[in-house]
Antibody, heavy 121, light 108 residues
Framework: EVQLVESGGGLVQPGGSLRLSCAAS????????MDWVRQAPGKGLEWVGR??????????EYAASVKGRLTISRDDSKNSLYLQMNSLKTEDTAVYYC????????????WGQGTLVTVSS | EIVLTQSPVTLSLSPGERATLSCRAS??????LAWYQQKPGQAPRLLIY???NRATGVPARFSGSGSGTDFTLTISSLEPEDFAVYYC??????????FGQGTKLEIK
């Protein structure tokens, strides 16, 4: 059974940092692109960024709103995806989901349960 | 950036009725469009990918159609568990991989 479990969310002050983790199981993690998607309270879904696989040199892509502040990494030996969040702003407050990319890159077939990040003083 | 506009914002229907949800792209996304269902407190669930392909385990009452800029998600006969928020998403022009703003399907 495919499972994605996020952790690391919490309350942080503006300008602070946080590191989210996504533990994957039930599939060959190293074979899949993985994305982070967020959802502000009561709002819609926003793509945050993408982690590609070793065959694509582990390249990453980011939304303009987070570029330079959020960094995605992965550790295939630990079947884990990470989101390092620096210089956090109040508008980064959201539930953060990790999602497995499928459909030749055009859909997400599995999502984690999400972890809430609250940026507030 | 491609903008996806969903309509209506809210759709009020009764169980057993047919639901038609629309997603319009600001420029062509070919057939690279997916639909997701999200219930309160839950992660989104993939329903349809590549505009018209049902994901594994999705009931046959859900169907998708369209290509280019205009897409439709149809639920042929609403079940009580279908009342939720629905999002479309494209990946043709990337990054970013944009989502629509959502359509809330509520019980009338």
């Amino acid at each position: 059974e495919v499972q994605l479990v996020e952790s690391g969310g919490g309350l942080v002050q503006p300008g602070g940092s946080l590191r989210l983790s996504c533990a994957a199981s039930g599939f060959t993690f190293s074979d899949h692109y993985m994305d982070w998607v967020r959802q502000a309270p009561g709002k819609g879904l926003e793509w945050v960024g993408r982690s590609r696989i070793k065959a694509n040199n582990y390249t990453t892509e980011y939304a303009a709103s987070v570029k330079g502040r959020l960094t995605i990494s992965r550790d295939d030996s630990k079947n884990s995806l990470y989101l390092q969040m620096n210089s956090l702003k109040t508008e980064d407050t959201a539930v953060y989901y990790c999602a497995r990319v499928q459909c030749a890159g055009s859909c997400y077939d599995y999502w984690g349960q999400g972890t809430l990040v609250t940026v507030s003083s | 950036e491609i903008v996806l506009t969903q309509s209506p914002v809210t759709l009020s229907l009764s169980p057993g009725e047919r639901a038609t949800l629309s997603c319009r792209a600001s420029q062509s996304v070919s057939s690279y469009l997916a639909w997701y269902q999200q219930k309160p407190g839950q992660a989104p669930r993939l329903l349809i990918y590549d505009a018209s392909n049902r994901a594994t385990g999705v009931p046959a009452r859900f169907s998708g159609s369209g290509s280019g800029t205009d897409f439709t998600l149809t639920i042929s006969s609403l079940e009580p568990e279908d009342f939720a928020v629905y999002y479309c998403q494209q990946r043709t022009s990337w990054p970013p991989y944009t989502f629509g703003q959502g359509t809330k399907l509520e019980i009338k």
